[in-house]
């Protein structure tokens, strides 16, 4: 049996055990997979830990992706442009430092919903972690515009210059953006976390399809999003499991089937 996991501070939340043990269930793999609480100051030990105790790979959640990027010892380019790492396969004395998270976005956007991000203008709402993982994936579907507008401008200026050989970006504060609408607009900001939505002009909703890397609950983006006639309104919870279905490829080579999944966690 080949032993995978998740570590993180808080990790008692994970949903990545249910969703990694249904995956093993549909391809066929006995596989044990653990959710780790590591302390705060010392992921570098309990992952080395774990590893000598025979795993095969882990995922990584807050806080600990900045050092899971340091801990890895070759990183593919979604980790070295995302500057953080989510996923780790342990190849011999190998450490292969993968993030798994824009493909995951990408993955639930275009495959389950069958929405063409081609030649489409894309608001990308925050600068933080989640934006640096998602904005690769999201250039190589070739979006006519990728605007990324953030409460701190300094950092959405930063990100838009860090990305712009992989399409056309621009960065702005929040207040910039304009009352007309996008095709898309993807909040990843952490404001439905503390129940907030940031104020920006309305009518950039208007017909917009509206995702929230948030799950588990109706955000107030979502609110928002209904109430300024967006065409469709999704959360998280599809990004999740396709991020962990990566993983699990990337660890096994299977894929699984991620709307089966999916279906039983909403229900
Ligand atoms: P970070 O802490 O790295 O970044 C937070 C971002 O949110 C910053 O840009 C910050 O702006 C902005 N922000 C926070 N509060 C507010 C507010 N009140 N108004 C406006 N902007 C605000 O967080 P992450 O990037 O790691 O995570 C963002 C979200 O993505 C979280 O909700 C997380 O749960 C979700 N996520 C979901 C995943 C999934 O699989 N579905 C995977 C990964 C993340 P500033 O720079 O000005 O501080």
């Given at each position: 049996m080949n032993r995978y996991g998740v570590f993180g501070n808080?990790?008692?939340?994970?949903l990545s055990p249910v969703i990694h043990t249904l995956f093993a269930k549909q391809t066929g793999l006995d596989i044990q997979y653990d959710k780790v609480l590591a302390p705060i100051n010392d992921f570098a030990h309990s992952a080395k830990s774990f590893i000598d105790q025979g795993a095969k790979g882990f995922n990584i959640t807050v806080p600990f992706k900045i050092e899971a990027f340091n801990l890895a010892t070759q990183l593919t380019l979604n980790a070295q442009t995302a500057g953080a790492v989510n996923t780790i396969k342990v190849n011999g004395s190998e450490l292969i430092g993968e993030n798994t998270d824009g493909t995951g976005l990408v993955n639930d956007l275009t495959k389950n919903l069958g929405i063409d991000l081609d030649n489409k203008t894309i608001l990308v709402l925050g600068a933080g972690g989640a934006t640096r993982g998602i904005l690769l994936p999201l250039l190589k579907q070739a979006p006519k515009r990728l605007m990324i507008a953030n409460r701190t401008t300094s950092k959405a200026e930063q990100l838009a210059l860090d990305f712009s050989s992989y399409g056309k970006t621009c960065g702005f504060g929040l207040e910039k953006i304009k009352d007309t609408p996008v095709d898309v607009i993807i909040n990843?900001?952490?404001a439905s976390l503390d129940g907030q939505m940031p104020t920006i002009a309305n009518g950039v909703a208007n017909d917009a399809i509206c995702y929230d890397l948030m799950y588990g609950t109706q955000t107030p983006f979502m609110d928002w999003a209904n109430a300024n006639n967006a065409k469709m309104v999704v959360d998280g919870l599809g990004m999740l499991v396709e991020q962990a279905a990566a993983a699990f490829e990337f660890w096994t080579g299977k894929q699984p089937n991620t709307q089966e999944v999916i279906r039983s966690l909403r229900s």
């Amino acid at each position: 049996m080949n032993r995978y996991g998740v570590f993180g501070n808080p990790i008692e939340h994970s949903l990545s055990p249910v969703i990694h043990t249904l995956f093993a269930k549909q391809t066929g793999l006995d596989i044990q997979y653990d959710k780790v609480l590591a302390p705060i100051n010392d992921f570098a030990h309990s992952a080395k830990s774990f590893i000598d105790q025979g795993a095969k790979g882990f995922n990584i959640t807050v806080p600990f992706k900045i050092e899971a990027f340091n801990l890895a010892t070759q990183l593919t380019l979604n980790a070295q442009t995302a500057g953080a790492v989510n996923t780790i396969k342990v190849n011999g004395s190998e450490l292969i430092g993968e993030n798994t998270d824009g493909t995951g976005l990408v993955n639930d956007l275009t495959k389950n919903l069958g929405i063409d991000l081609d030649n489409k203008t894309i608001l990308v709402l925050g600068a933080g972690g989640a934006t640096r993982g998602i904005l690769l994936p999201l250039l190589k579907q070739a979006p006519k515009r990728l605007m990324i507008a953030n409460r701190t401008t300094s950092k959405a200026e930063q990100l838009a210059l860090d990305f712009s050989s992989y399409g056309k970006t621009c960065g702005f504060g929040l207040e910039k953006i304009k009352d007309t609408p996008v095709d898309v607009i993807i909040n990843a900001t952490s404001a439905s976390l503390d129940g907030q939505m940031p104020t920006i002009a309305n009518g950039v909703a208007n017909d917009a399809i509206c995702y929230d890397l948030m799950y588990g609950t109706q955000t107030p983006f979502m609110d928002w999003a209904n109430a300024n006639n967006a065409k469709m309104v999704v959360d998280g919870l599809g990004m999740l499991v396709e991020q962990a279905a990566a993983a699990f490829e990337f660890w096994t080579g299977k894929q699984p089937n991620t709307q089966e999944v999916i279906r039983s966690l909403r229900s």
